[in-house]
């Protein structure tokens, strides 16, 4: 079946570092979400990207999506301990079966004060 | 309040002994899934419902069986449940295709 590699696994930053995840998929992507869980918790929607190139902004977080739809990336901005937690990006492909999502494996970020 | 209702929460039994985890949404959402997450492979769909009377397989459907018979509810059933079904279990709801989806609070399932 179809797969969305993500990197890093693990990620140890200082606060107010930056931090960013990738994600990449070896065929075309119809969009991609991203989603937050905090430890203990359930996955939470964080945004949706649909078009080739597509930039969007939360706060300190931005999400790209590649001009070949093929790549994600979400990168946060002086990191803060509330973003600790697990960072997964959740790609549909069109075509049969479009209802699905594949999800990355998840970017566990931890955030030292 | 818009929710995905799990039960129950947690859960310890023995293998073979069937199971049921039930899943509940009251946001009249069409499409509903089933999710299991494992150290270092992140969530795995294993059924998915499209509407009543609808389901399909998903990555990893071996060893369960699910019923969409009302909207609302979405049960997963473990026939005979082994020690490699040990997990983490979230349920999601979505209105349709390339919406958010919302999830459960999850069950943790441990077989013995």
């Known amino acids: 079946g179809q797969q969305v590699m993500q990197i890093p696994q693990y990620q140890h930053v200082q606060e107010g570092e930056d931090f960013t995840t990738y994600c990449n998929s070896s065929t075309t992507l119809s969009n991609i979400q991203w989603y937050k869980q905090r430890p203990g918790g359930h996955p939470v929607f964080l945004i949706q990207l649909v078009k080739s190139g597509e930039v969007k902004k939360q706060k300190r977080l931005t999400f790209q999506f590649g001009e070949a739809k093929k790549n994600s990336s979400l990168h946060i901005t002086a990191t803060q301990t509330t973003d600790v937690g697990t960072y997964f990006c959740a790609g549909r492909y069109s075509g049969a079966g479009s209802y699905q999502l594949t999800f990355g494996k998840g970017t566990k970020l931890s955030v030292i004060p | 309040e818009a929710q995905v209702t799990q039960n129950p929460r947690y859960l310890i039994t023995v293998t073979g002994k069937k199971l049921t985890v039930t899943c509940s949404q009251n946001?009249?959402?069409?499409?509903m899934s089933w999710y299991r997450q494992d150290p270092g492979l992140g969530l795995r769909q294993i059924y998915y419902?499209?509407?009543?009377?609808?389901?399909d397989k998903g990555d990893v459907p071996e060893g369960y069986k699910v019923s969409r018979k009302e909207k609302r509810n979405f049960p997963l059933i473990l026939e005979s449940p082994s020690p490699n079904q040990t997990s983490l279990y979230f349920c999601?709801?979505?209105?349709?295709?390339?919406?958010?989806?919302?999830f459960g609070d999850g069950t943790r399932l441990s077989i013995l």
């Open positions: 419902s499209m509407n009543v009377e609808v389901t």
């Open positions: 946001m009249n959402h069409e499409y």
């Open positions: 999601a709801s979505t209105q349709r295709t390339g919406q958010p989806q919302h």
